[in-house]
């Protein structure tokens, strides 16, 4: 079965929640007009990255029961999609830079970014595991921006049943839009990228949000400094063959005894 | 201390043992009156590729003490360099896609590949392990061909201290000249991928040797087609710094626990 994946390169402000619940509605609108099945925002998509200390940083976050998710969880019912967007999730007083899954049958999931990059150590806890969920349109495993340099994380959800890796980021340093073809390619699944782009506090994000595929194709790609959608239909059943050619399948051909973990 | 090192790209001819002796040592002298510390020459120098049997490849295989060996052992210490070459090596009645690595000391060690690519799967048996050898010069990790494809192998041989991956290669996929960078990158390795060119039996190999910096650049290339050494001078040392910025350490940002091995 196709679906019509989408990632929703945005410019969130930072510290105005507002306004980037607004921004997400207009672009989950936006979406819904094209029949998009599986929606994915920017990491932090709520709050913005770039917090000037931890206090700004807690009084920006929210709990998985709060207005983003409950907003979220209403768009994806009203327009049947399913939708990813980057929380700044509070959990009592820990915080933790999370990616969270609604479909139309409300919260799905969590993931907690497990690779925090620069500044984000002082800020937030890290998160421990790779998650993925099952849902009628595909196995949606969840990564967060730095995320793509570690190829544990994606090999980890590809080895757990991802057929889609939905990807929220906020990338300043250039190297994710090259990687990304290459973590589709090895892992034979796919994956949208959903960078932010703009800039905040001497931060420049570099947009280039990509969609790729399990055969290292880029099927969609951002600029890299506009608000857009850019979309892919994609077959998720095609990242369950992991036949590379006719005698080579990535997964069968691992020889995890000879694999150093730590 | 700044090394060359450098990859020779040459057109080895199917079962010509002997032709394929000069040419690497053709290729030898021209890396010798260029200085270079460590040459790489691509996957089964010695013999060429795609064998019409087994028992084609049983005639052109030789042992760690044939004349192979010895002939580079033997430009190795009269140029004070460090070769890794492709052999299709046999013991007893086994045949291995070995990688060899000899320097003015002798024979220093051999990796047997781990991931045979199609019909190599008829012919060789399995390699079980991933090699770093220390050296005067550098530690050397050694890795062929179709290991690219498979995140674990470079990050194995990172992960055993390797600051240069020497990769011998026989590429017919396209994907390789752009998987390389992102390998030095996540690792934060040189790499120096010596891959042929030709035609052989219907497989056309693609050229496009590459050496590769800890950045993710590309510090030379090879042309698809033609026969070249191309070489590049780096600081072994620079690879054992592991941050990418100064809060992040790629090896100790890594959370093992998280990662799924199977």
């Not at 889609?164 to 250039?174: K, R, S």
Request: glycine share 6%; charged share 25%.
């Amino acid at each position: 079965m196709e679906i019509r994946v989408a990632a929703a390169q945005i410019r969130p402000r930072l510290g105005d929640i507002e306004y980037n619940r607004r921004r997400m509605t207009d672009f989950a609108r936006k979406a819904a007009e094209l029949e998009v099945d599986l929606l994915v925002f920017p990491e932090l998509a709520n709050s913005g990255y770039n917090f000037p200390s931890r206090e700004f940083a807690l009084k920006c976050a929210e709990s998985l029961d709060g207005e983003t998710v409950r907003i979220m969880s209403a768009l994806a019912r009203e327009y049947s999609m399913y939708i990813v967007f980057g929380l700044c999730e509070r959990e009592g007083e820990r915080l933790f830079n999370s990616a969270v899954l609604v479909g139309p049958e409300g919260l799905i999931g969590v993931y907690r970014k497990v690779h925090l990059f620069m500044r984000e150590k002082e800020i937030f806890e890290r998160g421990r595991e790779f998650r993925v969920f099952t849902t009628p349109i595909a196995r949606i495993g969840l990564m967060i921006c730095f995320d793509w340099l570690f190829p544990e994380a994606a090999r980890t959800l590809a080895l757990r049943g991802a057929e889609v890796i939905a990807h929220p980021a906020n990338l300043v340093l250039p190297y994710c839009p090259r990687a990304m073809p290459i973590r589709a390619l090895e892992n034979r699944v796919y994956t949208v990228t959903a960078n932010r782009v703009g800039y905040e506090r001497g931060l420049r994000f570099i947009g280039l949000s990509l969609i790729c595929a399990p055969t290292g194709d880029v099927l969609a790609q951002a600029s890299s400094s506009h608000e857009e959608l850019i979309y892919a239909d994609i077959d998720p059943a095609v990242a369950r063959d992991k036949r590379i050619t006719e005698m080579n399948d990535i997964f069968k051909d691992r020889v995890p005894e000879a694999y150093a973990l730590r």
